[in-house]
């Protein structure tokens, strides 16, 4: 017969969240799903199991490595189960949502799952809480979801936040514009994805001279908005990698506009995690906190035309957001002796307290309410704190 421990084991990267973090966390993921809401953000609720094809089809592609599979008894199709919720949402706008006038605001909440964990996120499963503004190309956009990002991270109490922006079509414009061979294409993603300024340098016989500075100057770019802007002024981008930085600048210039004293970070060639994605990229740190708050950026949502509909989304991970506010603290909680009425009860429930209603009577009533955790104890129909009960009978001695 297995024990007690054997029944409490799971799977790694899963846990159970127990009181009172359960509760802290769905209160946290409120909150910040109120401040989208503020912002026109309807949401919506996609299903925890698709069909393979729908999952992975277009970019979905990217998290086939990450999703659980399964033969669905009913269909007898392969079916899925969510590794992210950005595209489940942008198939809902692209079909469901598909005559909605433009832009369209939506906004998600759910748990995800997740074949492999990193060693950032072991967890391989978590929550999102993300948001999509869809179907427009615009500064304004970008602006709006990394704004908005800041907002509700700040709402539930995350401190020094910075925004470390990408431009993940940068590097392709460049080598496109410069008619770099492909091959070297390969190699070079390798050497900027290493941060390796040498090996850059060393493919100058492939890449030509200019195309090689143009390259290490990139790279050598990453750092604070304002001076990584400047430094792309002085590297004579090409036409269409020029395009792109001015998309890029336009966005750092509405968000100061707005929020002057957000931190904001460029690494010009930065590509990981991004691949699907079609313009400014973003992903939130907090200082001192483990691993990425969240991420988003400008992609091609679902299938209204061969190549889908500008849209702009923003996906937050809960366990991250949960390490870098304050820790989740007992409400009060007031003990009530057996036979208080249900009236008196009521009444403390409204004005917030959480009660606990003793269901037998005991002997010592101040005993039993430290053991169910309550702050306080009803005397005389008034809440009164058990630390003061208890100094109180210290000094009758």
């Not at 799903?33 to 309807?42: L, Q, S, T």
């Not at 990229?281 to 907090?286: E, G, P, R, V």
């Amino acid at each position: 017969m297995p024990n007690s421990s054997d029944k409490a084991l799971l799977p790694a990267g899963l846990s159970d969240v127990l009181p009172p973090d359960a509760a802290y966390e769905a209160e946290v993921q409120q909150c910040i799903m109120a401040v989208f809401a503020r912002y026109g953000y309807e949401r919506v609720k996609p299903p925890l199991l698709e069909f393979e094809e729908n999952l992975l089809s277009g970019s979905g592609a990217a998290m086939a490595g990450q999703t659980f599979r399964l033969m669905d008894p009913v269909s007898q199709r392969m079916m899925g189960l969510r590794a992210d919720m950005t595209l489940q949402v942008a198939r809902i706008a692209a079909t469901r949502l598909y005559k909605s006038a433009r832009p369209l605001r939506l906004s998600y909440a759910g748990q995800v799952l997740r074949v492999k964990g990193t060693q950032l996120r072991p967890e391989r499963q978590f929550g999102q809480v993300g948001a999509e503004l869809i179907g427009v190309v615009s500064s304004a956009a970008d602006a709006e979801v990394i704004l908005m990002a800041a907002e509700a991270l700040n709402a539930v109490g995350v401190r020094d936040l910075s925004v470390d922006l990408c431009m993940p079509t940068l590097v392709p414009a460049v080598c496109r514009d410069r008619k770099i061979p492909e091959q070297a294409i390969r190699r070079l993603r390798v050497a900027l994805d290493r941060k390796d300024a040498a090996g850059v340098t060393a493919l100058e016989p492939e890449l030509g001279k200019a195309s090689a500075k143009i390259l290490s100057g990139l790279l050598a770019a990453a750092g604070v908005a304002e001076e990584t802007l400047k430094a792309l002024k002085k590297l004579h981008l090409p036409k269409s990698a020029a395009e792109e930085e001015a998309r890029l600048a336009a966005a750092i210039k509405a968000i100061k506009h707005v929020a002057p004293d957000l931190t904001l970070t460029v690494d010009p060639v930065e590509n990981r995690g991004f691949e699907y994605h079609t313009g400014v990229t973003f992903t939130l740190f907090a200082k001192g906190v483990r691993g990425e708050l969240g991420s988003g950026g400008r992609y091609r949502a679902g299938n209204v035309s061969a190549r889908g509909e500008a849209a702009t989304g923003l996906t937050l991970f809960m366990d991250t957001v949960l390490r870098a506010i304050a820790p989740a603290s007992s409400n009060p909680r007031v003990f009530l002796p057996y036979g208080t009425p249900a009236t008196i009860a009521a009444t403390l429930r409204a004005d917030g307290w959480i009660t606990l209603a003793e269901l037998k009577r005991s002997a010592k009533p101040d005993i039993e309410a430290r053991t169910m955790r309550c702050t306080h104890i009803l005397k005389g129909n008034k809440p009164v704190a058990l630390s003061d009960r208890k100094t109180a009978g210290k000094r009758k001695k």
